[in-house]
C-alpha cells in the first residue's frame, strides 16, 4: 500500500529544543495533515493545511504546506515532556476521499 | 459529547473465525473509514465510505468486509481468509472530502 516518506523515524531531544519533521511524496496532495498518537489510543488531528505555502500554527507548533504540493513539515518549539509521542503526517489525494499516512516520527523528550 | 466509538478496546480470537469490530459516529459525517496499524509503522486503509451504501477499497482490504447501512455506524469483519489479522483498528470519520479525519480510539484484535 501507498504510504509517505516521513523523517526522520525517531529522535531524542532535551527538554527545551525545537523540533522539525517532515513528509514527502511523489503524488500531489490537496490536503496535509498532522496527528500526534499516544500508546494504545487514536491518533489527535494537530494541524491542517489546504493550499500550497500555507503556513499554520497551532501554540507551539507550525506547519507547512509545500509550494509543490508534494510535501510538509512540522516544528514544534521548547519541545515540553507531554510532547513524547508519535506523530504522523497525512495527505489526501487529489479529487479522491482517500488518505495517505506517514510511517511516523517517534518522538522522546529528556528531561 | 460527539465522537467515534470503537468497540471493543481488546478482541481476542481463534484462528479460523471471523470477528466484527464496531465503528459507532454522533458527529453526523458523510464518510467513515477503516485503517490498520502495525507495531512501529503507519496507518494503512482498508475501506472507506463516502456515503451510505457505498464504499470502497482502500490499499489493503483482501480478507476484510464491511458495511454502511446507517450513516453512523461501518462495522468492520475480519474473516478467516486475512493471513495476519493480529494489528490495532482505528475507524476514523470526517465531514466531506475536505476534511480532516477524526479517529476512535481503536481495537486491539489478538488472533491465535
Known amino acids: 500500500g501507498q504510504q509517505l516518506n516521513q523523517s526522520p523515524q525517531s529522535m531524542f531531544i532535551q527538554e527545551g529544543e525545537d523540533v522539525s519533521m517532515n513528509c514527502t511524496s511523489s503524488?500531489?496532495?490537496?490536503?496535509w495533515l498532522w496527528y500526534k498518537q499516544d500508546p494504545g489510543e487514536g491518533p489527535v488531528l494537530l494541524i491542517a493545511?489546504?493550499?500550497?505555502?500555507e503556513l499554520t500554527s497551532n501554540g507551539r507548533l507550525t506547519a507547512q504546506f509545500g509550494i509543490t504540493r508534494k510535501d510538509s513539515f512540522l516544528n514544534i518549539s521548547a519541545s515540553i515532556p507531554s510532547d513524547v509521542g508519535i506523530y504522523f503526517c497525512?495527505?489526501?489525494?487529489?479529487?479522491?476521499?482517500?488518505?495517505?499516512f506517514g510511517t511516523g516520527t517517534r518522538l522522546k523528550v529528556l528531561a | 459529547d460527539g465522537g467515534i466509538t470503537q468497540s471493543p478496546k481488546y478482541l481476542f480470537r481463534k484462528e479460523g473465525q471471523n470477528v466484527t469490530l464496531s465503528c459507532e459516529q454522533n458527529?453526523?459525517?458523510?464518510?467513515m473509514y477503516w485503517y490498520r496499524q502495525d507495531p512501529g509503522q503507519g496507518l494503512r486503509l482498508i475501506y472507506y465510505?463516502?456515503?451510505?451504501?457505498?464504499?470502497q477499497k482502500g490499499d489493503i482490504a483482501e480478507g476484510y468486509s464491511v458495511s454502511r447501512e446507517k450513516k453512523e455506524s461501518f462495522p468492520l469483519t475480519v474473516t478467516s481468509a486475512q493471513k495476519n489479522p493480529t494489528a490495532f483498528y482505528l475507524c476514523?470519520?470526517?465531514?466531506?472530502?475536505?476534511?480532516?479525519?477524526?479517529f476512535g480510539n481503536g481495537t486491539r484484535l489478538t488472533v491465535t
Open positions: 476514523a470519520s470526517s465531514m466531506s472530502d475536505r476534511s480532516p479525519l477524526h
Open positions: 503524488s500531489i496532495f490537496n490536503t
Open positions: 497525512a495527505g489526501q489525494l487529489s479529487g479522491t476521499y482517500k488518505y495517505i
Open positions: 458527529l453526523n459525517h458523510d464518510a
Open positions: 493545511l489546504y493550499k500550497a505555502g
Open positions: 465510505s463516502q456515503i451510505v451504501n457505498d464504499f
